[in-house]
């Protein structure tokens, strides 16, 4: 069952003022002027009418009881009837928190927290005002319309230049030769409504100056209200020479609002208005009333005509190239202490041109005061810095809807699908890509938040509220969250279904384990050190739950033994069996999936867990035994012996999973019938040899979590081993960063199915290449026999990491999923200003406190 059914039972009883009508009238006297001939000879009927005033009281209480009683026994069969798996939490949420109200909460209100579009602007609220832009692309002579994020339309570079979370941002877009800059600017004035007002500054510009100079570009601003609400023109023909108002209406958050457009470039306006719940398809929307127009008439514009009651107004702006225009947005207009003219020349022309250049600066000063690299890195080193951190605080977005959640098998729901839904949750989260990965990863998350924490701790606190929140009663949070028609347009059907019984990495517990660390160091202001323990007290609750949850249900057979449940031990086309849960995709695992696997990746997370439970004990100053449990726990987990009776290939000095394993298995061509019995060929798994319970025999990211987590002493010849696996070419070693699999392994850059090229089997990814980074600085700044060597590795790897990023990014124009590891070149999803943001933290030399 969905949320909406959780209604409480003080809704379901009848109201005490219904209870006291019912007590004065069954209590009051009757009339004392009465006739006094009646009595005598009607004292049986006075007597009657009574009793039957009482009898109907008595039954008109008896009603109200059983129909309280009958109500309060229904939520219980409610309660059990709703599977656990979609039931919340039983504990305050996080984001009811004081801190996170008032004041911080309207001043993220507004933002760009629509990262799947261009330019997307909505409200932290489930049914919002958005705003966004969609303009006319030009290749070899064909028009293409743009708006959705999308690696085909072939932008030659898009992204934040800067953006600082909260009221301001910059963005360059280029276009096969159009380039468009957009600025974005929140203020708060006298007489705003709540939330304050925004404005959009586009300017656009041509690089071929002759005849792509004349022609017209075609920009398109559309608002549209969520909620259904009508939204007016000012007039049906639009002279913005004449008034620059563009659109208006009223909303319960906000109050009255004004949509204006300014500029001093000639300018040709045109509008549609659109009735429909579908903003998800608005281009297609644009996109026919454009082609009708086309048909009709010739010409290229919209037709200045409106459904009746329009929840949604696009608006066409053209002009010759270049040109600039200011798009105001105000809110709480329509009172007299409203000043809108004030507030309008605020946003616009010469004083907006002023604030703008003030909020570049404001963020120029803050970049360096956060990371400190003028003596560090170059100067092009430096913007593709700004671009990691803008690009990260512009890509947060704001969601809310119900993720699907896949129904076991044996389960006992009553359903015609094979999903439940979750209950109805907002996130605000930062993402990983724009373009093809616009929603909440949860294993992304705790990346993004080591880069986020450094810049704001309060959107930091906010985004891992927001996730802890989405926790149920068993202490499982949904790996992936597909939330709202936007999000879920962007998803392929088959990984739309969230699986219960998987897992992701709880990198969440990296960042909290930062701020205890930090907490400790004296590192925040006294306010800042206030409400991160305020929200560490509020949130160890949930923490402990998802502590418990991977504890109980990724353990092994085997005392500190864990593994990511969720691979298909079924399978017939999969070369090896992908772990989709431990965030590492199709790294190589036990080539027969069992019960009976040790993950040596999972072994540390759940160290990283237990050591980070431990410290908030600690802060905290439990008293219930916790601080002795979660202490005994990360030591059991950090016992060198244990983990080397576990996990160690000797031979290697590699930490290596364990499980039912053969090296035997390749893909092989066979041939198969199709539902109509045609023949058909299709790469299908075969096995070679009877496998076996054994360590598997692959080096790479997998093998260094121990290293990662700082597991081995200092003077361990395992530690040299480690080293060593780090720096050969033979094994990790390139000039661009550390493959993610050796090149000895027998799956290196093999495919895992016919349609499936190698994703974590050689290329180099940033994520773990800063956490690598991390433990050698570490070990580099400890005493032990190997310091000098981790030292040089360290220096060695963070320049080629550095080096081959900004390389690309000035060659690409983007930040990269992953990295080739024989060449260096970005591949995958661009722009990817998810983890491989990290390579500010590299350049800053800045890494997690342990």
Request: some cysteine; hydrophobic content about 35%; glycine content about 8%.
């Amino acid at each position: 069952m969905s949320g909406n059914g959780r209604r409480s039972a003080r809704s379901r009883i009848k109201s005490s003022t219904d209870v006291d009508e019912f007590d004065r009238r069954r209590n009051s006297k009757p009339d004392r002027e009465v006739r006094k001939d009646r009595i005598g000879d009607h004292s049986f009927i006075r007597i009657l009418n009574v009793n039957i005033k009482a009898l109907l009281g008595f039954v008109v209480l008896a009603f109200f009881i059983i129909l309280f009683l009958i109500l309060h026994l229904m939520k219980p069969v409610e309660d059990a009837q709703r599977p656990r798996v979609v039931t919340p939490f039983p504990a305050p949420k996080i984001m009811d928190l004081p801190q996170f109200q008032g004041e911080h909460k309207e001043s993220l209100y507004w933002g760009t927290y629509r990262p799947q579009v261009y330019l997307g602007i909505r409200a932290r609220t489930p049914q919002s005002l958005v705003a966004g832009l969609m303009w006319i692309g030009v290749k070899d002579g064909r028009y293409f319309m743009r708006h959705v994020c999308q690696d085909s339309d072939e932008l030659s570079t898009y992204g934040w230049t800067h953006h600082n979370g909260r009221d301001y941002g910059h963005q360059v877009l280029i276009d096969h030769g159009m380039t468009l800059a957009t600025s974005f600017l929140k203020s708060k004035e006298d007489g705003s409504g709540y939330g304050g007002d925004w404005t959009v500054r586009i300017d656009v510009k041509s690089e071929k100056w002759n005849e792509e100079m004349l022609r017209s570009a075609h920009l398109f601003f559309y608002l549209a209200d969520e909620d259904g609400n009508a939204l007016s023109l000012s007039g049906d023909i639009l002279d913005i020479r004449e008034n620059s108002l563009l659109a208006l209406g009223s909303r319960m958050d906000v109050g009255g609002w004004q949509l204006h457009l300014e500029s001093v470039d000639d300018l040709e306006v045109h509008y549609s208005g659109f009735r429909t719940p579908h903003i998800h398809n608005l281009s297609d929307l644009v996109q026919e009333s454009l082609g009708e127009q086309v048909r009709k008439f010739g010409r290229l514009q919209l037709p200045d005509t409106s459904d009746n009651s329009p929840n949604i107004l696009v608006f066409q702006i053209s002009a010759k190239v270049p040109f600039k225009i200011d798009i105001p947005f105000l809110s709480g207009t329509g009172l007299k202490s409203s000043r809108v003219e004030e507030r309008l020349n605020s946003l616009t022309g010469t004083s907006l041109t002023r604030q703008l250049i003030e909020k570049q600066n404001e963020f120029d000063n803050k970049f360096e005061k956060c990371f400190n690299l003028t003596s560090k890195v170059d100067s092009e080193s430096l913007i593709v810095g700004k671009a990691a951190i803008g690009n990260m605080l512009g890509g947060i977005g704001y969601f809310y809807g119900q993720s699907k959640i896949s129904l076991p098998k044996n389960n006992n729901f009553k359903s015609h699908d094979n999903f439940i839904s979750y209950w109805p949750a907002e996130l605000y989260t930062a993402v990983p890509s724009r373009s093809f990965f616009p929603r909440g990863f949860l294993w992304d998350e705790g990346f993004h938040q080591l880069l986020i924490w450094r810049w704001d701790i309060r959107i930091c606190l906010d985004i891992i509220g927001h996730w802890l929140d989405l926790m149920n009663i068993d202490g499982w949070i949904p790996r992936e969250q597909i939330l709202g028609a936007e999000a879920l347009s962007k998803v392929p059907e088959e990984f739309v279904l969230q699986h219960p019984t998987n897992g992701n990495p709880p990198t969440l517990f990296l960042v909290l384990h930062d701020l205890v660390s930090s907490l400790k160091r004296n590192k925040f202001t006294s306010m800042e050190s206030n409400e991160i323990s305020s929200f560490l007290e509020r949130a160890f609750v949930r923490l402990e739950a998802w502590f418990q949850w991977f504890n109980t249900t990724q353990s092994g057979n085997e005392m500190s033994s864990y593994f990511w449940h969720g691979r298909d031990s079924a399978t017939t086309r999969e070369l090896n069996p992908k772990t989709l849960s431990s965030g590492l995709d199709d790294y190589p695992r036990a080539s027969h999936p069992s019960g009976e696997e040790h993950h040596v990746d999972l072994r540390c997370w759940m160290l990283l867990a237990a050591e980070c439970m431990h410290s908030i004990t600690e802060l905290f100053q439990k008293e219930n035994g916790l601080e002795k449990e979660y202490g005994s726990t990360a030591k059991l987990l950090s016992d060198f012996d244990i983990l080397n009776q576990m996990h160690l290939d000797k031979a290697h000095g590699a930490y290596f999973d364990f499980g039912n394993h053969t090296e035997k298995v390749r893909l092989s061509w066979k041939e198969v019938r199709a539902g109509n019995n045609y023949p058909t060929r299709e790469l299908v798994r075969e096995t070679l040899e009877k496998p076996e319970l054994r360590l598997v025999p692959h080096i790479g990211y997998v093998s260094l979590f121990p290293f990662m987590e700082k597991i081995i002493p200092p003077e361990s010849w395992i530690l040299e081993k480690q080293l060593d696996l780090i720096s050969h070419r033979s094994t990790l070693w390139t000039d661009y960063g550390l493959r993610s699999l050796s090149k000895t392994s027998s799956l290196y850059m093999k495919r895992n199915t016919e349609h499936d090229p190698p994703y974590w089997r050689g290329p180099i990814w940033m994520n773990m290449n800063y956490r690598i980074l991390s433990a050698l600085h570490h070990y580099s700044q400890v005493d032990g026999p190997y310091r000098d060597k981790a030292r040089i590795i360290y220096n060695d790897l963070r320049g080629n990491l550095i080096r081959n990023v900004v390389h690309n990014y000035y060659q690409s124009g983007y930040l990269w999923e992953q990295y080739d590891q024989k060449k260096g070149k970005g591949k995958g999803a661009r722009p990817f200003t998810g983890w491989t943001s990290l390579v500010l933290l590299i350049m800053a030399e800045t890494y997690c406190e342990r």
